[in-house]
């Protein structure tokens, strides 16, 4: 097991221009957002709210956002940068997870599961 986080660690991209591939992530970022977010990134959530671009797999996934995210972050760490964009991505991102945990859990609960807020189904 060790031997292959070794081999997939090694794997992940060496970033020549830090600066470059964060701005890349931010248009990215904002390119797989839901309509309804706009150029803005709203906060204010509509009632009919859609998540389903970013409740997926493949390139506007998540585990994707947070993959890059992590290659930004040791890019940083690495080069002993401070980035400020950086930081406000990862705030955005949280902020995304846990409105789009909120979503599921409600519509969860709209589908006449019972159980409290955030409770996996398993412990029901």
């Known amino acids: 097991m060790k031997t292959g986080r070794r081999f997939q660690a090694a794997q992940m991209p060496s970033l020549n221009n830090v600066g470059e591939f964060g701005t890349s992530c931010l248009a990215w970022w904002r390119a797989i957002q839901p309509l309804w977010r706009g150029d803005e990134l709203l906060r204010e959530i509509p009632v009919d ?7 997926c797999g493949g390139s506007t996934g998540m585990l ?9 972050m040791s890019a940083c760490d690495a ?12 705030t955005e991102v949280s902020w995304t997870l846990v ?14 599961e ?8 398993w412990k029901k």
């Open 49 to 55: 709210a859609d998540w389903s671009v970013l409740l």
């Open 64 to 72: 994707l956002v947070v993959l890059a995210l992590s290659w930004w």
């Open 79 to 90: 080069k002993g940068l401070v980035d400020e964009h950086l930081d406000g991505l990862i």
């Open 99 to 112: 409105e789009m945990q909120k979503h599921l859990v409600g519509k969860r609960r709209h589908d006449g």
């Open 114 to 121: 019972e159980g409290e807020v955030g409770q996996p189904a």
